[in-house]
């Protein structure tokens, strides 16, 4: 007779099952931050959409300079508790983008949808009572739409059209958006709906569903046509309970979002009613990101074994020149040569790579991590810019300074990044007069990064920088203190292998990754020295004017008494005459002054030589010499001028 206990007692779980009870890992959790959490996920994947739309199917190529004027209202949905029909789902898509129809098909756009809605009565009666409420949650895109295959799959963990291939985008994981609709399912109980049509499908799909522990989906309404007043894209609407909604969460989200996504129109309807419109700035979409191979340095053992386990190359030489960047014919045949000298059997080009044994594996990987490899291909990343950075946040701020730059592509565990920094600088705006977080704006991928601010590589690089070199007080927090505001986008796919937590909103601190963010935001801190003290001379420059002009009047005047007095003089100007020619003498004499001392304050150069190259340095240091100098040596202040000069001091004076 068989013992029960031969039968074990580990058991095989699921993705879903673990994750639908643990949505809080990805930002879910009962509190304010979950209203931003819900419009990342989807509007994240609304953005992904369009550009995919333009990049693959040329969508929007002919957009004007900027989007039309819009102004869009919104009713409040109605969750009756009834079965939902498809009548329904049409009536309400009807309703929600009629007053889009002009530019639905024509403008990149994102639509975000937040409304209070009445609890049922099936909840506890302590979370009736308490301050938490019940909110439906609706978005839209007219991005590229899924076929009805992908949106069988939509919404269970891990299947993702991004999550494959490691490439610059805003999501990669498949977490989102089914950790969305577990939290929204395990809080309401109420279904998730969903639209879409392709932009190669004649018809769009729509289904009512719900997702479950064993990653499935559970329909309510099967997957079933459904004519879409659109021609492309992806509709979602569920429910889900939250603390009262405020401000500076959610719509900051949205804000920031608008802010480097300036290519696509963004409207948020939040809970209040208020309608939020970020109209599209410029006409051009980014350049595509090009997916590359892994590169060698970011190939763990792991990783490398799997790959020879799953690959579809016999030949080894196959195998490494195609499934690694950077591994041509002539590195791959040393990595083999390489690997042999630890050998016993022999590896050569034509091996067999599904015969490898476990030792040839393991002599290949020490061979393969030993060699030196250029750095991975920069067209892997696709920046801002620096032209469009400088000029949406000059729009949007409305600064008297605003400079950007963007950092030479670079790489580190072997996959490329690049770092863009912006700097807002203005006294008299109150809008940047803030302290605290709200100083620095971090971004990856363009998309803004609003929790775990001080663990963040991004936070860390800017408090490590010395503000007080560049005039500008520092904060406690190492951050800049004053009229200033500060953006740093890290893009590439990079930053998907270098988030801390599933919730995706700091990056660990990897060295060059920080030292690249420093190098930006010091260039422009050395920019905004410049600029602060130009505006000290020219504060100078008026000063000295304003008060020799007040000597000048005392001065006329008494030259004019004494032009009455004197016989001697043919030509006698008049006080208004004598004024103006010594009015303009003074400013002549301060606009050479001027002149003089900017001349004085710009950077020296220095260059060197090494072979042929010429480099040339900014030489930073010869300001703050400088700038002491000036400062240690008080000005000369103006002697008291009396009502009058004496006639005698002033006779000859008049004469001449």
Same mark, same amino acid.
């Given at each position: 007779?068989?013992?029960?206990?031969?039968?074990?007692?580990?058991?095989?779980?699921?993705?879903?099952?673990?994750m639908?009870?643990?949505?809080?890992?990805?930002?879910?959790?009962?509190?304010?931050?979950?209203?931003?959490?819900?419009?990342?996920?989807?509007?994240?994947?609304?953005?992904?959409?369009?550009?995919?739309?333009?990049?693959?199917?040329?969508?929007?190529?002919?957009?004007?300079?900027?989007?039309?004027?819009?102004?869009?209202?919104?009713?409040?949905?109605?969750?009756?508790?009834?079965?939902?029909?498809?009548?329904?789902?049409?009536?309400?898509?009807?309703?929600?983008?009629?007053?889009?129809?002009?530019?639905?098909?024509?403008?990149?756009?994102?639509l975000?949808?937040?409304?209070?809605?009445?609890?049922?009565?099936?909840?506890?009666?302590?979370?009736?009572?308490?301050?938490?409420?019940?909110?439906?949650?609706?978005?839209?895109?007219?991005?590229?739409?899924?076929?009805?295959?992908?949106?069988?799959?939509?919404?269970i963990?891990?299947?993702?059209?991004?999550?494959?291939?490691?490439?610059?985008?805003?999501?990669?994981?498949?977490?989102?958006?089914?950790?969305?609709?577990?939290?929204?399912?395990?809080?309401?109980?109420?279904?998730?709906?969903?639209?879409?049509k392709?932009?190669?499908?004649?018809?769009?799909?729509?289904?009512?569903?719900?997702?479950? +522990?064993?990653?499935?989906?559970?329909y309510?309404?099967?997957?079933?046509?459904?004519?879409?007043?659109?021609?492309?894209?992806?509709?979602?609407?569920?429910?889900?309970?939250?603390?009262?909604?405020?401000r500076?969460?959610?719509?900051?989200?949205?804000?920031?979002?608008?802010?480097?996504?300036?290519h696509?129109?963004?409207?948020?309807?939040?809970?209040?009613?208020?309608?939020?419109?970020?109209?599209?700035?410029?006409?051009?979409?980014?350049?595509?990101?090009?997916?590359?191979?892994?590169?060698?340095?970011?190939?763990?053992?792991?990783?490398?074994?799997d790959?020879?386990?799953?690959?579809?190359?016999?030949?080894?030489?196959?195998?490494?020149?195609?499934?690694?960047?950077?591994?041509?014919?002539?590195?791959?045949?040393?990595?083999?040569?390489?690997?042999?000298?630890?050998?016993?059997?022999?590896?050569?080009?034509?091996?067999?790579?599904?015969?490898?044994?476990?030792?040839?594996?393991?002599?290949?990987?020490?061979?393969?991590?030993?060699?030196?490899?250029?750095?991975?291909?920069?067209?892997?990343?696709?920046?801002? +810019?620096?032209?469009?950075?400088?000029?949406?946040?000059?729009?949007?701020? !409305?600064?008297?300074?605003?400079?950007?730059?963007?950092?030479?592509?670079?790489?580190?565990?072997?996959?490329?990044?690049?770092?863009?920094?912006?700097?807002?600088?203005?006294?008299?705006?109150?809008?940047?007069?803030?302290?605290?977080?709200?100083?620095?704006?971090?971004?990856t991928?363009?998309?803004?990064?609003?929790?775990d !601010?001080?663990?963040?590589?991004?936070?860390?690089?800017?408090?490590?920088?010395?503000?007080?070199?560049?005039?500008?007080?520092?904060?406690? !927090?190492?951050?800049?203190?004053?009229?200033?505001?500060?953006?740093?986008?890290?893009?590439?796919?990079?930053?998907?292998?270098?988030?801390?937590?599933?919730?995706?909103?700091?990056?660990?601190?990897?060295?060059?990754?920080?030292?690249?963010i420093?190098?930006?935001?010091?260039?422009?801190?050395?920019?905004?020295?410049?600029?602060?003290?130009?505006?000290?001379?020219?504060?100078?420059?008026?000063?000295?004017?304003?008060?020799?002009?007040?000597?000048?009047?005392?001065?006329?005047?008494?030259?004019?008494?004494?032009?009455?007095?004197?016989?001697?003089l043919?030509?006698k100007?008049?006080?208004?005459?004598?004024?103006?020619?010594?009015?303009?003498?003074?400013?002549?004499?301060?606009?050479?002054?001027?002149?003089?001392?900017?001349?004085?304050?710009?950077?020296?150069t220095?260059?060197?030589?090494?072979?042929?190259?010429?480099?040339?340095?900014?030489?930073?240091?010869?300001?703050?010499?400088?700038?002491?100098?000036?400062?240690?040596?008080?000005?000369?202040?103006?002697?008291?001028?009396?009502?009058?000069?004496?006639?005698?001091?002033?006779?000859?004076?008049?004469?001449?």
């Amino acid at each position: 007779m068989t013992d029960s206990s031969s039968k074990g007692v580990i058991k095989e779980g699921s993705i879903a099952q673990f994750m639908r009870k643990r949505t809080q890992l990805v930002g879910f959790s009962i509190e304010r931050h979950k209203h931003t959490q819900y419009v990342a996920e989807f509007l994240d994947n609304a953005l992904d959409a369009i550009e995919t739309a333009h990049w693959k199917y040329k969508a929007f190529n002919n957009l004007r300079p900027q989007s039309p004027q819009i102004e869009y209202s919104v009713k409040p949905l109605n969750l009756n508790g009834a079965r939902v029909k498809v009548t329904d789902i049409s009536a309400r898509l009807k309703e929600l983008l009629e007053p889009l129809k002009t530019i639905i098909n024509d403008e990149p756009l994102a639509l975000i949808i937040i409304q209070r809605v009445e609890k049922p009565e099936i909840l506890p009666d302590d979370i009736q009572g308490s301050d938490i409420e019940m909110y439906s949650f609706e978005a839209f895109d007219n991005g590229v739409g899924m076929r009805p295959v992908d949106l069988e799959k939509y919404g269970i963990y891990l299947a993702s059209s991004k999550a494959e291939k490691l490439k610059q985008t805003r999501g990669s994981q498949g977490f989102g958006a089914p950790s969305a609709f577990s939290d929204a399912q395990n809080t309401t109980g109420k279904p998730i709906i969903v639209v879409s049509k392709h932009i190669k499908e004649r018809r769009g799909e729509t289904s009512v569903f719900y997702t479950t +522990g064993e990653n499935t989906k559970k329909y309510s309404v099967p997957p079933t046509g459904i004519q879409v007043p659109f021609k492309h894209g992806t509709y979602v609407q569920l429910s889900y309970l939250n603390v009262k909604y405020v401000r500076s969460y959610a719509d900051e989200y949205v804000r920031q979002t608008a802010l480097l996504n300036s290519h696509v129109t963004i409207i948020f309807v939040d809970p209040n009613g208020d309608v939020a419109i970020y109209p599209r700035r410029v006409n051009q979409f980014p350049p595509e990101p090009v997916y590359t191979e892994p590169h060698p340095e970011s190939t763990s053992i792991g990783d490398f074994q799997d790959l020879i386990r799953n690959t579809k190359h016999n030949k080894l030489i196959d195998f490494l020149t195609k499934s690694f960047c950077r591994i041509g014919s002539k590195r791959a045949k040393d990595i083999i040569e390489n690997a042999n000298k630890d050998l016993r059997y022999k590896l050569s080009p034509n091996t067999q790579v599904k015969k490898l044994s476990d030792e040839q594996i393991n002599a290949l990987y020490k061979a393969f991590i030993s060699m030196k490899y250029p750095s991975p291909p920069v067209d892997t990343v696709v920046p801002v +810019g620096k032209e469009v950075l400088q000029e949406v946040i000059k729009k949007h701020f !409305n600064a008297e300074f605003v400079e950007a730059t963007t950092r030479p592509p670079t790489s580190s565990k072997g996959l490329a990044f690049v770092v863009e920094a912006a700097i807002a600088y203005d006294p008299n705006n109150p809008a940047l007069n803030d302290s605290g977080s709200g100083v620095l704006y971090r971004f990856t991928n363009r998309t803004p990064k609003l929790r775990d !601010n001080s663990d963040c590589a991004i936070w860390k690089a800017a408090s490590s920088v010395n503000w007080k070199n560049y005039k500008i007080d520092r904060g406690d !927090n190492g951050l800049p203190k004053g009229p200033v505001k500060l953006f740093v986008n890290v893009s590439g796919p990079f930053v998907h292998v270098m988030f801390k937590a599933q919730s995706k909103q700091a990056l660990a601190a990897d060295d060059i990754l920080v030292k690249e963010i420093k190098l930006a935001l010091e260039e422009l801190g050395r920019k905004l020295k410049a600029h602060i003290v130009k505006g000290e001379i020219e504060t100078r420059k008026r000063q000295r004017a304003q008060t020799l002009l007040e000597h000048a009047k005392v001065f006329a005047k008494s030259l004019a008494t004494i032009e009455e007095t004197d016989s001697e003089l043919k030509v006698k100007p008049t006080y208004e005459e004598l004024y103006k020619n010594i009015e303009e003498m003074i400013l002549s004499t301060e606009r050479k002054t001027i002149q003089q001392e900017r001349k004085q304050h710009k950077p020296k150069t220095k260059t060197k030589r090494s072979g042929e190259k010429i480099k040339t340095e900014t030489l930073d240091k010869s300001i703050p010499k400088l700038e002491t100098k000036l400062e240690t040596k008080p000005e000369a202040k103006p002697e008291a001028v009396p009502e009058t000069i004496p006639t005698e001091s002033l006779t000859q004076m008049a004469k001449t």
